[in-house]
Structures are given as structure tokens and as C-alpha cells.
């Protein structure tokens, strides 16, 4: 089942409501997500978006003239972002897919790169999502990980309670995950902070077996 245009238009009008409690918050919606993906420089196509959410993140890559990938597990999730996606031209460059990221339907080491921003904290279980990014990614390509700082968890969490809602956080942690990846032989690159979010680069093995 499809979401109608009334509930489109709601859900936008609940998303610009949520984005100015943050900007009241001193938090950048818009700012945080193009910072983040300033940390990977080189960043290739095409780009896995793990989490679809709102489309911020695709559609901050998809202005940089990357072809994106992204998934999620809700249709509905994926309407919306796609009718918040204004330009028309960056719509082009988004391929919404609905897929559970620990077991993504592509091919070994068919994207340039993939990110994942304000994901981790969503899962239960880190480690298959983790692996389904080495494995898709190609050699040599980068894997973008971010999520909330401890302030920035702080802020979200007010943001959510002032209307009356609660964000939740599961058990992955940034820090776990980087200790993860780097098991499974990524090279993290750089380690960032800013925009109340820890951000971490890694770089796939250069050549691994089929």
C-alpha cells in the first residue's frame, strides 16, 4: 500500500517541523550530513546509502554528482523521501531499493563506496551489515562510518522529547564498529568530530579473495 498525497504532504510538514526544533537546538540537519561526507575524499559511484530515512543523505550525495544506491526496510520511508527530494535532477541520480542491508541483493564489490550515517545506533546486530559493506564494496573503495556523538545523543533526545516522542538507541556503538571493521582488515583512513557526530573512514582491502 502506497502513501496517498495527503499523507506526503503530512509527512513533509512533520519533517520541516522536526528540522527547525533541531535548528533551535544548534544542530544542522543539512550542514551535518554535507560535513560528514567532506571526511571522504574520494569518495566513488556508485555509492551504497544504507537507511534511507528522510533522504538527507542521498540526496547530499546525489548533489555531488554521485549515483545512489539506497535502502531501507520501508516503503513508506522511501516515498517520502523521494517526494522531498525537490530537484529533479538529483531524484535522476537516487535509486530507492527496499532491502535489508545485511543481506543486500547486488553482486561482490558493486559500489565505488557506501555510507552509513546515523544507522548503527538503529540496529540490533552490527556485524552482518557490517560485512554485507565489505563485501559490496570494491577493492580499495571507501566505507563511510557515522553516528551521534554522546552530546549529540543528549540533543536528539531532548529534540524528541520536546514533541512528545522518544529516539531510541540500540546497542552499536561507533567505537564498536570501528573496532569491527577493523578486524575484517579496513584500514580507517581518518577520525572526525563535529556536528555533535563522530565520523570514520576506512578503505577496503586492496585485493581479496573471490
Same mark, same amino acid.
Given at each position: 500500500?502506497t502513501l496517498s498525497v495527503?499523507d506526503?504532504?503530512?509527512?513533509?510538514?512533520?519533517?520541516?517541523?522536526q528540522?527547525?526544533?533541531?535548528?533551535r537546538?544548534?544542530?544542522?540537519?543539512?550542514?551535518?550530513?554535507?560535513?560528514i561526507?567532506?571526511?571522504?575524499?574520494?569518495?566513488?559511484?556508485p555509492?551504497?546509502?544504507?537507511?534511507?530515512?528522510?533522504?538527507?543523505?542521498?540526496r547530499?550525495?546525489?548533489?555531488?554528482? #554521485?549515483?545512489?544506491?539506497?535502502?531501507?526496510m520501508?516503503?513508506?520511508?522511501?516515498?517520502?523521501?523521494?517526494?522531498?527530494?525537490?530537484?529533479?535532477?538529483c531524484?535522476?541520480?537516487i535509486?530507492?531499493?527496499?532491502? !535489508?542491508?545485511?543481506?543486500?541483493?547486488?553482486?561482490?564489490?558493486?559500489?565505488?563506496?557506501?555510507v552509513?550515517? !546515523?544507522?548503527?545506533?538503529h540496529?540490533?546486530?552490527?556485524?552482518?551489515v557490517?560485512?554485507?559493506l565489505?563485501?559490496?564494496?570494491?577493492?580499495?573503495? #571507501?566505507? #563511510?562510518?557515522s553516528?551521534f556523538t554522546?552530546?549529540?545523543?543528549?540533543m536528539?533526545?531532548?529534540?524528541?522529547?520536546a514533541?512528545g #516522542?522518544?529516539?531510541e538507541?540500540?546497542?552499536?556503538?561507533? !567505537?564498536?564498529?570501528?573496532?569491527?571493521v577493523?578486524?575484517?582488515?579496513?584500514?580507517?583512513?581518518t577520525?572526525?568530530?563535529?556536528h555533535?557526530?563522530?565520523?570514520a573512514?576506512f578503505k577496503?582491502?586492496a585485493?581479496?579473495?573471490?
Amino acid at each position: 500500500m502506497t502513501l496517498s498525497v495527503e499523507d506526503l504532504h503530512n509527512r513533509k510538514a512533520k519533517f520541516s517541523e522536526q528540522t527547525a526544533r533541531f535548528a533551535r537546538a544548534g544542530y544542522e540537519r543539512f550542514g551535518a550530513p554535507e560535513f560528514i561526507l567532506d571526511q571522504a575524499h574520494g569518495l566513488a559511484g556508485p555509492v551504497l546509502d544504507v537507511g534511507t530515512g528522510s533522504g538527507i543523505t542521498a540526496r547530499a550525495l546525489a548533489g555531488r554528482g #554521485l549515483e545512489v544506491v539506497s535502502v531501507d526496510m520501508s516503503a513508506d520511508d522511501q516515498q517520502a523521501a523521494a517526494f522531498l527530494t525537490e530537484d529533479r535532477e538529483c531524484l535522476k541520480r537516487i535509486h530507492f531499493q527496499l532491502a !535489508d542491508a545485511a543481506c543486500l541483493p547486488v553482486p561482490d564489490r558493486h559500489f565505488g563506496g557506501a555510507v552509513a550515517i !546515523d544507522v548503527l545506533h538503529h540496529l540490533t546486530a552490527g556485524g552482518p551489515v557490517l560485512r554485507e559493506l565489505l563485501r559490496v564494496v570494491k577493492p580499495g573503495g #571507501l566505507v #563511510l562510518l557515522s553516528d551521534f556523538t554522546a552530546d549529540g545523543f543528549e540533543m536528539v533526545s531532548a529534540v524528541y522529547a520536546a514533541a512528545g #516522542l522518544v529516539h531510541e538507541e540500540g546497542p552499536v556503538t561507533m !567505537d564498536w564498529a570501528r573496532g569491527f571493521v577493523t578486524a575484517l582488515e579496513m584500514t580507517e583512513l581518518t577520525l572526525t568530530m563535529g556536528h555533535f557526530h563522530k565520523v570514520a573512514v576506512f578503505k577496503t582491502p586492496a585485493a581479496r579473495a573471490s
